[in-house]
């Protein structure tokens, strides 16, 4: 019954749930200047996490032939048969649907309307996507960015300015994060057959494109303290973290492989630096050149 209910659990790619939480947790956050709406915060956090936690049971029944050839996923309960895929259908469909209700009665239709985008964008563009062209990462990155904006939207009740920069801000990050990636794990890529940039680019083209997505991601945070969606306490945090991230790409390691697992290390330390730019920015959002909703 535990290995049972382990793999049910394994099945929805629990570190994905937890990673694009944080994300969700942070956009929230950041539109909670003016107050922090609690039943909306709880909401879109448990709604999102159910709604990721469906579409990547999706996807991994999607991807069982191409997890079959890679050492890391073979493993899977989608690839052992552990979970009949009758089984996984409907449970998909339980999450899915718990997931909207909860939206529905705490947050809106617009964030519901997101989430949706997300879901689909996810399960059948980027699943197919990844198997025919290099740019799947910037396909994935959308609704990999767009649980931020939800959190924002939940809290904030609309499209604003401070919704998309929130978007664009995990949008650019996730770009160098999943391209480190790419590199690092390149062999098990070129095993499953998969055209990510890392296996089949040289690896000084991955690092120009690594590098771009950085500049962009820090001009997004200035664009985040000039708009006053951030406070300059918050956004000093931010590009400090950025300064850091940029400062691991320029220096040496030793192997294609080490450099790119220390970039993606700092990029894991910039989602801790986010949450707590966040919770910041509900401290010192009313100081000069902070920001109010």
Same mark, same amino acid.
């Given at each position: 019954?535990?290995e049972?209910?382990? &793999?049910?659990?394994?099945?929805?790619?629990?570190?994905?749930?937890r990673?694009?939480?944080?994300?969700?947790?942070?956009?929230?956050?950041?539109?909670? &200047?003016?107050?922090?709406?609690?039943?909306?915060?709880?909401?879109?956090?448990?709604?999102?996490?159910?709604?990721?936690?469906?579409?990547?049971?999706? =996807? =991994?029944?999607?991807?069982?032939?191409?997890?079959?050839?890679?050492?890391?996923?073979?493993?899977?309960?989608?690839?052992?048969?552990?979970?009949p895929?009758?089984?996984?259908?409907?449970?998909?469909?339980?999450?899915?649907?718990?997931?909207?209700?909860?939206?529905?009665?705490?947050?809106?239709?617009?964030?519901?309307?997101?989430?949706?985008? %997300?879901?689909?964008?996810?399960? @059948?563009?980027?699943?197919?996507?990844?198997?025919?062209?290099i740019?799947?990462?910037?396909?994935?990155?959308?609704?990999? &960015?767009?649980? &931020?904006? %939800?959190?924002?939207?939940?809290?904030?009740?609309?499209?604003?300015v401070?919704?998309?920069?929130?978007?664009?801000?995990v949008?650019?990050?996730?770009?160098?994060?999943?391209?480190?990636?790419?590199? @690092?794990?390149?062999?098990?890529?070129?095993?499953?057959?998969?055209?990510?940039?890392?296996?089949?680019?040289? @690896?000084?083209?991955?690092? =120009?494109?690594?590098?771009?997505?950085?500049?962009?991601?820090?001009?997004?945070?200035?664009?985040?303290?000039?708009?006053?969606?951030?406070?300059?306490?918050?956004?000093?945090?931010?590009?400090?973290? %950025?300064?850091?991230?940029?400062?691991?790409?320029?220096?040496?390691?030793?192997?294609?492989?080490?450099?790119?697992?220390?970039?993606?290390?700092?990029?894991?330390?910039?989602?801790?630096?986010?949450?707590?730019?966040?919770?910041?920015?509900?401290?010192?959002?009313?100081?000069?050149?902070?920001?109010?909703?």
């Amino acid at each position: 019954m535990r290995e049972r209910l382990r &793999a049910y659990y394994q099945v929805t790619k629990p570190g994905i749930v937890r990673g694009n939480a944080v994300h969700t947790l942070a956009g929230a956050l950041f539109a909670s &200047a003016g107050g922090v709406l609690w039943k909306e915060m709880i909401g879109v956090l448990v709604g999102t996490s159910l709604v990721i936690a469906s579409a990547c049971v999706a =996807n =991994n029944y999607m991807d069982r032939g191409i997890d079959a050839r890679m050492k890391r996923t073979k493993k899977r309960p989608s690839v052992t048969g552990q979970i009949p895929f009758r089984n996984a259908m409907a449970y998909l469909v339980f999450l899915l649907a718990v997931g909207l209700v909860v939206l529905y009665l705490t947050t809106s239709l617009l964030v519901i309307s997101i989430g949706l985008i %997300a879901y689909l964008l996810y399960v @059948f563009v980027y699943g197919l996507a990844k198997r025919t062209t290099i740019h799947s990462t910037v396909i994935g990155a959308v609704p990999g &960015a767009l649980p &931020a904006m %939800a959190g924002y939207v939940a809290i904030d009740g609309q499209l604003s300015v401070g919704a998309w920069l929130i978007f664009l801000l995990v949008f650019t990050w996730q770009m160098p994060h999943f391209y480190a990636i790419s590199v @690092f794990r390149r062999s098990e890529y070129k095993e499953a057959g998969l055209p990510v940039l890392g296996a089949v680019k040289p @690896f000084a083209t991955v690092k =120009n494109y690594i590098m771009a997505y950085m500049l962009v991601y820090a001009l997004t945070i200035a664009l985040l303290i000039t708009s006053r969606t951030v406070s300059a306490a918050a956004g000093l945090l931010l590009l400090g973290g %950025a300064a850091y991230w940029v400062s691991v790409y320029y220096n040496k390691k030793e192997g294609e492989s080490k450099w790119a697992l220390a970039v993606f290390l700092a990029s894991l330390v910039l989602t801790v630096l986010l949450v707590i730019a966040a919770v910041l920015n509900l401290f010192t959002a009313d100081l000069p050149y902070g920001t109010m909703k």
